[in-house]
């Protein structure tokens, strides 16, 4: 460990600078006019993954961007990782609010800024820049590690499933390992311990064949929009808990010890809502606000419309009205079976006076939960405590992941979800940036991590 730890000190510079070089391109998946740079960012993965002496490098094209794959499975009987990453990142937009280009990187106060640095290009290249470190010091892997690394993710992965699955072979693995969150703060460590599911919908009223005068027709027909706000304030009761039957039946209580050790978490529950400009937080009785992120499933409104919203006033009774809805999940709850669930409940409460349409909007993924007493989690802890010298927070994370869904249905693995994102690193903001001291820590732990995997200590 020491020649591996002088190795990456010698090489601080030269590694940033790939860092820099990596962000330099404006691999932004969603923009059709970006196709050739997320074809030159494939590329310049690809050959970061040959730099490093992976093998097998291969650069898969898709109906959309390319993933790129490469191996190394020279560590016979040894546990075999699955690094997954994406070289994909977010648009830049508002360009004003940047104190520099997004894709002209800047070092200033020990982080570097540019689009991509923390979501995901930054981490994903402590990755690799771990399994080079490896290579070049001790010339093997203490494991058989395999990357998979796409460029779709921001826009929701369409060809990811496909591809693991016809490929669950090439792909097959003991345990998976994503950098693609946070730590709880700088110098302290977070594991993620689960993922919450998402389901999306979208829900119609129609009511008249046309808009209506709301004087000649207002109290005689029914209007969609205020028949639409009466089904949705009625699917969740006064203290926050969603009413729908059958929508808590596959969620377990949670786990006393997990719920204890929250308690003891360094939260500020004001200074985090005064963060947010709100006075008081709302959800379901019973729950801290952390539980109710992490633990407890959701039902919200995400969008709202109808009628007229130009400026002035139109006096319309509309014709349609129309919302877009949320379902976070946890524990056993499957998207398919709650998505119907809901699309019951809300064709049976609607009043006769309007039609309903209920449709299903695509993306979303099942919940996760990692087991406590999963051995490489503990050797996950014992990495980022030996190299950070502050025990890991094991925390839960509200949002949705869904390839780590996707390595358990599709490969039947276990995902260590551990992030070395800064909670003010700006992730899909103006200004995004990477710790750069964490960036040198976070790798020394990926060694570790990788070395523990496969027996050495």
Same mark, same amino acid.
């Given at each position: 460990?020491?020649?591996?730890?002088?190795?990456?000190?010698a090489?601080?510079?030269?590694?940033?600078e790939?860092?820099?070089?990596?962000?330099?391109?404006?691999?932004?998946?969603?923009?059709?006019?970006?196709?050739?740079?997320?074809?030159?960012c494939?590329?310049?993965?690809?050959?970061?993954?040959?730099?490093?002496?992976?093998?097998?490098?291969?650069?898969?094209?898709?109906?959309?961007?390319?993933?790129?794959?490469?191996?190394?499975r020279?560590?016979?009987?040894?546990?075999?990782?699955?690094?997954?990453?994406?070289?994909?990142?977010?648009?830049?937009?508002?360009?004003?609010?940047?104190?520099?280009p997004?894709?002209?990187?800047?070092?200033?106060?020990?982080?570097i800024?540019?689009?991509?640095?923390?979501?995901?290009?930054?981490?994903?290249?402590?990755?690799?820049?771990?399994?080079?470190?490896?290579l070049?010091?001790?010339?093997?892997?203490?494991?058989?590690?395999?990357?998979?690394?796409?460029?779709?993710?921001?826009?929701?992965?369409?060809?990811?499933?496909?591809?693991?699955?016809?490929?669950?072979?090439?792909?097959?693995?003991?345990?998976? %390992? &994503?950098s693609?969150? =946070?730590?709880?703060?700088?110098?302290? #460590? $977070?594991?993620? +311990?689960?993922?919450?599911?998402?389901? !999306?919908?979208?829900?119609?009223?129609?009511?008249?064949?046309?808009?209506?005068?709301?004087?000649?027709?207002?109290?005689?027909?029914?209007?969609?929009?205020?028949?639409?706000?009466?089904?949705?304030?009625?699917?969740?009761?006064?203290?926050?808990? %969603? &009413?729908?039957?059958? =929508?808590?039946?596959?969620?377990?209580? #949670? $786990?006393?010890? +997990?719920?204890?050790?929250?308690?003891? !978490?360094?939260?500020?529950?004001?200074?985090?809502?005064?963060?947010?400009?709100?006075?008081?937080?709302?959800?379901?009785?019973?729950?801290?606000?952390?539980?109710?992120?992490?633990?407890?499933?959701?039902?919200?409104?995400?969008?709202?419309?109808?009628?007229?919203?130009?400026?002035?006033?139109?006096?319309?009774?509309?014709?349609?009205?129309?919302?877009?809805?949320?379902?976070?999940?946890?524990?056993?709850?499957?998207?398919?079976?709650?998505?119907?669930?809901?699309?019951?409940?809300?064709?049976?409460?609607?009043?006769?006076?309007?039609?309903?349409?209920?449709?299903?909007?695509?993306?979303?993924?099942?919940?996760?939960?990692?087991?406590?007493?999963?051995?490489?989690?503990?050797?996950?802890?014992?990495?980022?405590?030996?190299?950070?010298?502050?025990?890991?927070?094991?925390v839960?994370?509200?949002?949705?992941?869904?390839v780590?869904?996707?390595?358990?249905?599709?490969?039947?693995?276990?995902?260590l979800?551990?992030?070395?994102?800064?909670?003010?690193?700006?992730?899909?903001?103006?200004?995004?940036?990477?710790?750069?001291?964490?960036?040198?820590?976070?790798?020394?732990?990926?060694?570790?991590?990788?070395?523990?995997?496969?027996?050495?200590?």
């Amino acid at each position: 460990m020491d020649i591996i730890a002088q190795h990456l000190a010698a090489n601080r510079a030269e590694r940033e600078e790939q860092l820099a070089e990596y962000l330099r391109i404006a691999s932004i998946s969603s923009d059709p006019a970006h196709r050739e740079e997320m074809q030159a960012c494939a590329l310049f993965t690809a050959q970061l993954l040959q730099e490093a002496g992976l093998q097998e490098v291969t650069l898969h094209q898709t109906p959309g961007h390319p993933i790129v794959t490469a191996s190394w499975r020279n560590a016979p009987a040894r546990p075999t990782v699955l690094i997954y990453g994406h070289y994909d990142v977010q648009p830049v937009d508002p360009l004003a609010l940047w104190s520099s280009p997004p894709f002209t990187p800047r070092w200033h106060d020990q982080r570097i800024f540019a689009r991509g640095a923390t979501d995901d290009k930054g981490q994903l290249l402590m990755h690799i820049q771990a399994v080079a470190a490896l290579l070049r010091c001790e010339g093997a892997l203490p494991v058989n590690v395999i990357f998979l690394l796409e460029g779709e993710e921001e826009i929701g992965s369409p060809n990811l499933p496909d591809f693991i699955a016809a490929r669950r072979q090439e792909l097959a693995a003991d345990l998976a %390992v &994503v950098s693609d969150s =946070f730590m709880w703060a700088e110098n302290h #460590p $977070a594991i993620t +311990l689960m993922l919450r599911g998402l389901v !999306l919908l979208e829900v119609t009223l129609t009511g008249p064949n046309r808009d209506l005068h709301s004087g000649t027709y207002g109290g005689a027909v029914a209007n969609p929009l205020e028949m639409l706000a009466r089904l949705l304030a009625s699917l969740k009761d006064d203290q926050g808990r %969603v &009413v729908v039957p059958g =929508f808590y039946a596959q969620v377990a209580p #949670p $786990a006393e010890a +997990l719920r204890r050790q929250w308690q003891t !978490l360094p939260f500020d529950e004001r200074e985090y809502l005064a963060s947010l400009g709100v006075a008081g937080s709302w959800g379901e009785a019973g729950y801290s606000l952390l539980e109710r992120i992490w633990l407890r499933p959701t039902l919200e409104i995400n969008g709202l419309w109808g009628g007229y919203t130009g400026p002035g006033g139109k006096t319309v009774l509309p014709s349609q009205a129309h919302a877009k809805l949320s379902m976070r999940l946890v524990d056993r709850q499957d998207p398919e079976g709650m998505a119907e669930l809901l699309r019951r409940h809300l064709l049976a409460s609607v009043p006769d006076c309007v039609q309903i349409e209920v449709r299903r909007i695509a993306g979303g993924g099942y919940p996760v939960t990692v087991p406590l007493d999963w051995p490489p989690l503990q050797a996950a802890r014992r990495a980022l405590q030996e190299s950070f010298a502050q025990e890991p927070l094991l925390v839960g994370e509200g949002a949705s992941i869904p390839v780590v869904a996707d390595f358990a249905k599709l490969l039947g693995l276990h995902t260590l979800l551990i992030g070395f994102g800064l909670p003010d690193a700006n992730t899909h903001s103006p200004d995004e940036s990477l710790h750069l001291p964490t960036f040198h820590t976070g790798i020394m732990s990926l060694v570790r991590l990788l070395r523990l995997l496969g027996g050495k200590s």
